[in-house]
């Protein structure tokens, strides 16, 4: 707390004086606790006189002003005054929101770990009024995806149990919380890693890389100098299109000469698999060899993590665009003008510089994750939340874990289901059901892309949520808090709630500002808090 020396008396207002100011000078609604949300997330100073709460009104108008301040003010606009900034979390900086285990691995469509932190941790506020989870508490996530849940439930000393229908994404999920000997885990991705500079040096791909990367920094620097290039183009100085495509072709003369003098085969001869398709032949010669050591490996939890490293690298290494890794248009075997990076790059002929970075990537985070982690029991069962028994799964997964179930019963579920016609969950981790040869169950997606957003679409959609939530309370106490994170922009949850006997006892609207989409329009989603119909 500031001491008031430090401002002149003139520009203080209390907390109701600083509201009214702010409405006036915004010319809309600023409540008193909009005030206190800008004060506990340290926007502006929370100022002391005799007791008094007091902030200045230099800092509160230099807020508006700021970056942050002008798209709050912005996105209510278009969004509706309902709008929680506070849960927008634009204060919290990227390295927690991916921190330790969090990041072991890609997955679209995940929420941040403070969002479920908010909600299952025991502090109040002017808008989280009440505690609902305590610690030793079960919670439950029907639709786990990537973990996100389970791993902050084992922060805050909870156990969690976790369902989905994608066997990878029960992996990705369940290596996060594992307890691992990671000195082995050290020793086996070093071993893979040497192993793998000896597969490399067989061939020529090393040299004929070097010598790539060599003409082509050389190419760029005079053709497309930064940030001299860019300025030209915003300038109008030069046609991006056309410049581009003509440098391109002139390249291509020197790629060629360099594929042929090493001798490189690019493509495979096979096209049927995504792992055909979209990998060129030297990576996917390593892939294939780097995952034939991984089923050599005798520790069950090590081998899991070096899988998930595995998996990782090679979503790295598509042949794509850098500017097509989320959408995949088409196969890239050259070089090509990157409209991302304003330059000439390669496609990856080879996994080494990822699989290296990822394998201490990893390593940290595990090591990170086990300073903080609390002995409870975590884990994601592979199953269909609408029909698993999820006491029965678990006596065949962890006996001691399935009894406390029994006897304790969930206390709530935290979960983010599919929005509707919005991801294909399988589709995206192609490469790894090809590797990993799990079978794909598509089929039990609830409300995935192919299935679109039409009204049958929406029907299924409000059907399936339904019967997760229905299958899911025979598990939970009576007097059970379920939170679901959503979209709901056909307004379905209403009646999804209904046919689940339950009903929606508050509702939290927030601003999504953590979006990797290049869409960075103003976008929201609401938390459902739902209850027994009673």
Request: charged residues 30%.
């Amino acid at each position: 707390m500031i001491n008031i020396s430090t401002y002149e008396r003139t520009d203080l207002m209390t907390i109701k004086e600083a509201s009214d100011w702010a409405a006036k000078y915004l010319n809309k609604k600023v409540t008193e606790s909009n005030i206190l949300y800008l004060i506990q997330y340290g926007k502006i100073k929370k100022i002391s006189q005799n007791g008094s709460v007091l902030v200045s009104r230099y800092e509160l108008e230099n807020y508006y002003k700021s970056y942050y301040g002008r798209k709050e003010v912005d996105w209510k606009n278009k969004l509706g005054e309902d709008l929680n900034w506070a849960l927008s979390f634009e204060h919290v900086k990227e390295a927690e929101t991916t921190k330790h285990v969090h990041r072991l691995h890609p997955y679209k469509g995940k929420f941040i770990p403070q969002l479920v932190e908010y909600f299952l941790d025991d502090h109040t506020d002017d808008f989280k009024k009440e505690t609902y989870f305590r610690k030793g508490d079960i919670v439950l996530d029907p639709f786990c995806g990537s973990g996100t849940t389970l791993v902050q439930c084992n922060e805050l000393d909870m156990h969690a149990i976790g369902i989905d229908v994608s066997a990878f994404n029960a992996l990705i999920s369940n290596v996060k919380v594992l307890k691992y000997d990671l000195t082995d885990v050290f020793v086996e991705t070093q071993n893979i890693t040497k192993a793998l500079d000896r597969f490399s040096a067989e061939s020529k791909i090393t040299e004929f890389e070097e010598e790539l990367q060599n003409k082509l920094s050389e190419f760029n620097d005079r053709y497309f100098p930064s940030p001299d290039f860019k300025y030209w183009i915003s300038e109008g100085k030069i046609r991006e299109d056309e410049y581009s495509k003509q440098k391109a072709m002139e390249f291509m003369i020197i790629y060629n000469e360099l594929v042929n003098k090493y001798g490189i085969k690019l493509t495979q001869d096979k096209n049927d698999t995504f792992l055909d398709k979209w990998y060129l032949e030297n990576v996917r010669k390593e892939i294939d060899y780097v995952f034939s050591l991984i089923k050599g490996i005798k520790n069950i939890n090590t081998k899991k993590i070096i899988s998930i490293i595995l998996s990782r690298t090679i979503r790295s290494c598509r042949a794509t665009t850098h500017s097509d890794l989320a959408t995949l248009k088409e196969p890239v075997i050259s070089t090509y003008y990157c409209t991302k990076h304003k330059k000439l790059c390669k496609p990856i002929f080879s996994i080494k510089n990822w699989w290296q970075r990822y394998s201490k990537d990893t390593i940290k985070r595990l090591t990170d994750f086990d300073k903080i982690r609390t002995r409870t029991f975590q884990i994601c069962l592979t199953g269909d939340s609408r029909t698993i028994d999820i006491v029965r799964e678990l006596e065949n997964k962890n006996k001691l874990f399935a009894e406390m179930v029994s006897k304790q019963k969930i206390s709530g579920i935290f979960s983010s289901p599919p929005y509707v016609g919005l991801i294909d969950y399988h589709e995206q981790h192609a490469y790894a059901y090809d590797l990993f040869g799990f079978a794909r169950k598509d089929e039990l997606e609830i409300g995935p892309l192919y299935k679109g957003q039409n009204r049958e679409a929406r029907e299924s959609y409000i059907q399936g949520i339904a019967q997760v939530l229905n299958n899911c309370k025979r598990f939970m106490v009576k007097d059970y808090n379920v939170f679901l994170v959503a979209n709901d922009k056909y307004n379905l949850y209403p009646t999804i709630a209904e046919q689940a006997g339950m009903k929606i006892v508050n509702q939290y609207k927030r601003p999504v500002l953590n979006r990797t989409e290049r869409d960075k329009g103003a976008y929201s989603e609401i938390i459902f808090h739902l209850k027994e119909n009673s």
